[in-house]
């Protein structure tokens, strides 16, 4: 056999992942041929592909030193050292062979890839859009400069050059995937369906495509798709922790607290690490008003570093739910010491200062997590709660606005304006909101709330009635311990608006008894008009209709993972002071206030000064 022959039928064997059978006619090529580096590579590649780098990089050493203008040996040198991490070598060895081939795509496409991991963005995108000059058709190239560009935020100059690639490889998997990704971050959530189902008929088992996919229609409100899509995906890893967890996450959407609940705990079993499960299962809880067991969630935590400040803050957001004032200032002051500039931690301190009644401190350490994050809507937000509270309508309708401006399908924000213009009697305006908010979150117990109250003030007797009806029901339907106690209030609204239903019937029906008894003449043709609507109106069915049993469920805004993959090309393819709030018994002015430090005096462990979700 020739040596040219050898080298094709190890090279074939190689492509095959024939290892051994590769191995063995490379060194049989070596033994025909010892001073030829075409060899040392071959033997280089198969230990690559055997996962043993240092025989790898032995082998291109030997190559290079029989031919150090060998751009081949120095290229996959380069990509070795690369992958043990060992990046100025890497770069040196490519550079090398970049010098020495400067028309290699795959050369240029690799130096992009250390730059990147050394974080020197600027070169990675000079050597990416160089191998893309070079070859227009290197879809890698076009995959890694995308997410270098949705690594810095950039999601519509990511998705173009996504797209960009898929005009040389229209059904690449990789690349319909990351487009999903920058679609979805850029909003455009059923595009990004999309491309993730078109990525899934390449690899129908892919299961990062299959979560994200899931992901995505969860984002779109398509909680059924997205339960099929998870169950699909737990059929073939069945283990997979973060797909228990997304599972758990749509179910509680649906309002399946005890099915969530199972899952976030699966996914706790599979990976007792998983911090993303256990907080959202303490977030049930503390949703569901078990104060007690999110809590014990917490203190079972073994959180890295990292996620020290995120546990302190949930901490005191149930402490503070519990009332537990000097408690939460405690979790609160802790983590300010370590992030003064946790735009969360400052949220809830003015959130602190509303409750104990301070509103003053409570609207300036607002004040000041905006100045830290101005887009920041919760922030915002409690300004403008703070201002309707304090009768500041026009200011609190200023805060919502910029808000709006920014979102203007957010919920919350458009429930306080309904509200703002019940309260200025502005009805119609109250009416168009609301309408419009039920229309896209159905069955929103605020909301119905609201529409109840303003058609009461409309006069709208019969629809406040229906409203409050369909509110009692949906409260029947729940069991949490928070449910219940809503449900006293929204029976009252109801029995309220059945009343003045009842009394609007009975002036009519008194009316019209008052017509008869005036009258000696037989009834006309309009008092027997006016009888009749008057009896059409008196029948209205009794609202409150049949009991439905009660179950249990939850609404809260868990964590789902999403992942963003890149793909490597391998050797063969190429501040202010704060003044303390008060004790919690105001009978007692002289007891330490909760936030620390003494009244009148600087804020204790607060230090002049951010902390998907």
Known sequence: MTAEELFLRARNALRLLDLPLAERLAKRLEKLMPENPEAQILLGNIAVKSRQLNAATQCYQRA???DAENSEALNNLGVVYRSAGNLPAAIKALEAAFKLAPGRADVAYNLGN???????????????RRSLAIDPKLTLAYNNLGTLYQDRGNARKAAALFEAGLGADANNPTLLYNLGLALESDGKVEQAVDRFRHA???RPTWIEGLNNLGVTLHKAQREE?????????????????????????????????????RCYEEALAADPSYTKAALNLETLYEQG?????ALERLSALRPDPGQIGEIRLRTAKIFLAQGRHREAADEINGLLKHEPRNVRALVLRGELYQKIGRRDQALASFRHALKLAPDNAEARMCCAQLYQEQGELDRAEAEI??????????????LLLAKLNLNQNHYENALAILEEIDGESPNNFEVLESLAQTYKRMGNQREAVRIADQLVNLHGERGTARDLDDLSASLELYEQAVDDYGQDYE???RRNIRMLAASEQPESDETAKVETESLLFGEAPDPRGDEVPIIDVGGIEPVIAVNEEEESISLEELEEEWEPPPPERPEEPA???????????????FAAADGRA
Do not use: C, M
Not at 289 to 293: Q, S, V
Not at 595 to 604: A, H, M, Q, W
């Open 114 to 128: 250390v730059y990147k991991q050394a974080g020197d963005l600027g070169k990675a995108e000079r050597y990416f």
């Open 225 to 261: 798709e997205a339960l099929h899509v998870f169950e699909d995906a737990l059929r073939i890893a069945p283990n997979n922790a973060k797909l228990k967890n997304n599972l758990g996450v749509v179910l509680e959407r649906q309002g399946k607290v005890e099915e969530a609940e």
């Open 289 to 293: 008003g078990d104060y007690d067991r």
């Open 200 to 202: 899934l008929k390449t």
């Open 591 to 605: 007891a330490p206030s909760p936030l620390g430090g003494s009244p009148g005096g600087s804020e204790g462990g």
């Open 64 to 66: 290079i030193e029989l």
């Open 507 to 509: 002036e009519l029906w």
């Open 401 to 414: 606005s910029q808000i709006l401006a920014r979102n203007r399908h957010a919920l919350e924000p458009r």
